[in-house]
């Protein structure tokens, strides 16, 4: 899957991005778990945290690689201005 990978290198397939890999995986984790929580009747907080803290980390993560993105994107446009 082409959104898991970084860019290209030398015209092969870049390495899969365990940044994106991981977002992949906690986003939905949180998102299941937040609903979870609900059928089963917990408390507010409880949710909350559990699966605020997943779907955060997993947001955190995509910021990452996408910062790395744009370095990457101003790095190439300065080093052709």
Known sequence: ???LREAPVDGKKGPV???RVGA???IPSGISTIILGVILDRSGPVIGISGGIQIG???L???FT???DIKGIVSA???SA
């Open 17 to 19: 991005s365990m940044r």
């Open 57 to 59: 980390a997993g947001i």
């Open 61 to 63: 993560l995509l910021l």
């Open 24 to 26: 992949a995986l906690l």
């Open 1 to 3: 899957m082409s959104m």
């Open 77 to 79: 446009y300065k080093g």
């Open 66 to 68: 996408t910062w790395t």
